[in-house]
């Protein structure tokens, strides 16, 4: 028996260690431990890796949300348009400014904001849509561009599962007001400990945001804006330089995982794509990545008929790492009791909460590995 942990950082890090290490060197040799020029170097290639003109190092992609919100000038009585099925920060940043959230359903298949939901829910104090770019693959960013056009929308695109994922060819955190991100060491590009990324093309949006940064504070120690301490270390940036040109690599090893999954196990008895029309008899659903330009943050399977905990077990059995995300929707979160609107119709979400299950997909996979996963699947479907 194979044990395949759900996610092991060591292969990863070790294999840059000595940059690591020397990165760490020049900030201690530097004396500079808040902002300065490896936080800005890392801003500048951050920012050209997707495309936007400013980039804004953070210290956690929640802040990165929340900065987005504060520079638009988001509170109380703006509501914002947001999956319901997502991680928490998504609407933990609105609330948290006074905010309100309403609760929007996704798509079965691409498990992102249903935009035709989002259209319908949308009202006169919706002021904001943030799409998640979740598990790695892009939003249609046309389609929620233009329903932001239509409805007077500002855009916060929330890419902390996607940085490196593509829309017809254009990166993903690029498209909206605001893009952000998260290093947290999950995340496709992972940091050694919480910090986060904002990025927009907007210059006065780039400069109020780098204010609210830093206690609003401009000149030092005169605060026209309310803000708060929103910053990287330069020694997380620093670290960050050495792994961001390794990120394509990166992806593309994750998406070698998914593609040995998909042919492995696509046509065996009770195995289906997760697409309209799979048939209502499969026992799991393989995800797809419909962008063609995903970077599979997670393989997240939909196991349909009550049987996704069996799953678990079964797996658990076998020492393969799996995790729910998420096992229970934003809007039936005990918080938020009482918070946000349309919750009522958002059964797609609820129903995935119960079915979904993510495995192993992270890029330094071994051969043995991720054979034992595929063929724990294949036990699982067939038995
Ligand atoms: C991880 C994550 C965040 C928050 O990032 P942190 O760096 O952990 O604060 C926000 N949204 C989504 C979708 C995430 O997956």
Request: include cysteine; charge should be neutral.
């Amino acid at each position: 028996m194979t044990p395949v942990p759900l996610l092991d950082l060591g292969p990863q890090n070790r294999a840059v260690a000595d940059e690591l290490r020397a990165a760490f060197e020049r900030v201690l040799a530097s004396n500079q431990f808040i902002m300065g020029p490896e936080l800005e170097a890392f801003e500048r290639d951050c920012a050209a890796a997707v495309g936007a003109r400013h980039g804004l190092g953070v210290a956690s992609g929640t802040d990165a949300l929340l900065l987005a919100l504060m520079a638009l000038g988001v509170g109380p009585g703006d509501e914002v348009l947001l999956p319901s099925f997502t991680f928490f920060a998504t609407a933990g940043s609105v609330a948290r400014l006074g905010a309100t959230p309403v609760w929007c359903d996704v798509d079965p298949h691409t498990f992102n904001l249903d935009l035709a939901d989002a259209d319908r829910k949308a009202g006169p104090r919706s002021k904001v849509i943030m799409p998640v770019h979740l598990f790695g693959q892009s939003m249609d960013m046309d389609a929620a561009l233009a329903l932001a056009r239509a409805r007077g929308l500002r855009v916060i695109e929330d890419g902390a599962q996607s940085m490196g994922a593509r829309w017809k060819g254009r990166p993903a955190l690029g498209f909206g007001d605001f893009g952000a991100s998260s290093f947290f060491p999950s995340k496709n590009l992972g940091g050694f400990g919480d910090s986060g990324l904002l990025v927009t093309s907007d210059d006065a949006l780039a400069e109020r945001a780098r204010i609210l940064r830093v206690h609003g504070m401009q000149p030092k120690y005169h605060h026209r804006l309310l803000g708060a301490n929103f910053r990287m270390d330069p020694l997380q940036a620093a670290l960050l330089r050495v792994k961001l040109p390794h990120l394509p690599s990166y992806n593309c090893a994750r998406a070698g995982n998914a593609r040995f999954y998909r042919e492995r196990l696509l046509g065996l008895p009770g195995i289906a794509e997760n697409r309209p029309g799979a048939p209502a008899d499969a026992r799991l659903l393989l995800p797809v990545d419909f962008s063609g330009e995903g970077i599979w943050n997670q393989f997240t399977l939909r196991v349909p008929g009550g049987r996704r905990d069996a799953l678990k077990a079964f797996l658990a059995d076998r020492k393969i790492g799996c995790e729910v995300y998420y096992p229970v929707t934003l809007d039936r979160q005990e918080c938020f009791r009482g918070v946000g609107r349309g919750a009522e119709a958002c059964a797609t979400a609820h129903r995935l909460a119960d079915e979904v299950v993510s495995v192993p997909i992270f890029p330094e996979l071994t051969e043995a590995q991720r054979a034992a996963v595929a063929d724990a699947l294949a036990a699982f479907a067939g038995g």
